[in-house]
């Protein structure tokens, strides 16, 4: 009920509204938390940081967050930044899993943070990064912020132009930027990097188990299995199509860039991200 709650929200109401009843659902799933779910274990830090650019499984990673076996296992209740109306470099409350943000790392490193915290950043192949925000601009993302613009100019454009206009879009809003930022830091013992595509990929109950004990948090792995399990993307985007909605778990398929970008995408796109590609470590063209 509450899931079907939010999705009417995110649709059918003002900015302004929406952030109001998330804040009020936001309160209200960690009260519950709080009431009925016994902490078994507490993470040894203060805050959890998720950073990340959009299109790389944020509102999956903050699902996970959220679940109460996490907070079984940690003692961190979510939080998200986006309904409190958060000001950078405003600090974030003890205790919490912050997710998700969208933020440099230069900006990052100026944020309060306590004595104990870890951070962990999720990047993704920047071609496919393009192709998700298409899709999901021009048909499936809540209309919020200036998405409805962008979306009215990708739905009278053929698909070529409209991903080399998204290429620009992305690129002025710092999209390559971001991702540029976070892989050229300086190496830290808090912060740590991960794929989508290994989070996603063959061996994610590995990667998700590194990502959470990272964070301090230990879960047994029948409860790290019954968690991927039940937000599992196949799910996810079942679970949409039943209520009637566009999933915005399209595809998440790592390479699908390739189906998309003929010789002028790809020119456009390198000079738009320069040596980008090769520094994050993903696999130049064919």
Same mark, same amino acid.
């Given at each position: ?21 998330? *804040? ?178 063959? *061996? ?83």
């Amino acid at each position: 009920m509450v899931d079907r709650a939010v999705r009417f929200l995110k649709q059918h109401t003002p900015n302004s509204s929406r952030v109001v009843a998330r *804040r009020v659902l936001c309160e209200a799933h960690n009260a519950r938390l709080r009431l009925t779910v016994p902490v078994e274990s507490r993470s040894g830090y203060q805050n959890v940081f998720h950073c990340a650019v959009r299109k790389t499984a944020s509102q999956w990673v903050k699902a996970l967050l959220s679940d109460p076996i996490v907070y079984r296992h940690s003692g961190l209740l979510p939080y998200d930044p986006r309904p409190y109306r958060w000001q950078h470099p405003q600090g974030f409350p003890p205790g919490r899993a912050v997710s998700c943000l969208f933020v440099s790392h230069k900006k990052f490193t100026t944020i309060p943070k306590p004595d104990h915290y870890r951070t962990f950043f999720v990047l993704r192949d920047p071609r496919d990064i393009v192709v998700s925000s298409y899709f999901s601009t021009r048909s499936s993302h809540t209309p919020m912020g200036d998405i409805p613009e962008v979306r009215k100019v990708l739905q009278e454009k053929p698909l070529k132009e409209g991903l080399l206009y998204l290429i620009g879009n992305l690129s002025q809003k710092g999209t390559f930027r971001n991702l540029r930022s976070w892989a050229t830091a300086p190496a830290a013992e808090a912060v740590r990097l991960f794929r989508y595509e290994d989070l996603t990929g063959e *061996r994610q109950e590995d990667e998700v188990d590194l990502l959470m004990r990272h964070c301090g948090i230990e879960l047994p792995p029948a409860e790290l299995a019954g968690l991927l399990s039940r937000y599992s993307f196949s799910r996810m985007r079942g679970e949409r199509e039943i209520a009637g909605k566009v999933s915005h778990y399209r595809k998440g398929k790592s390479g699908d860039w390739r189906n998309h970008f003929d010789d002028d995408i790809y020119e456009a796109f390198a000079a738009a991200t320069g040596d980008l590609i090769e520094l994050l470590g993903y696999p130049a063209r064919d």
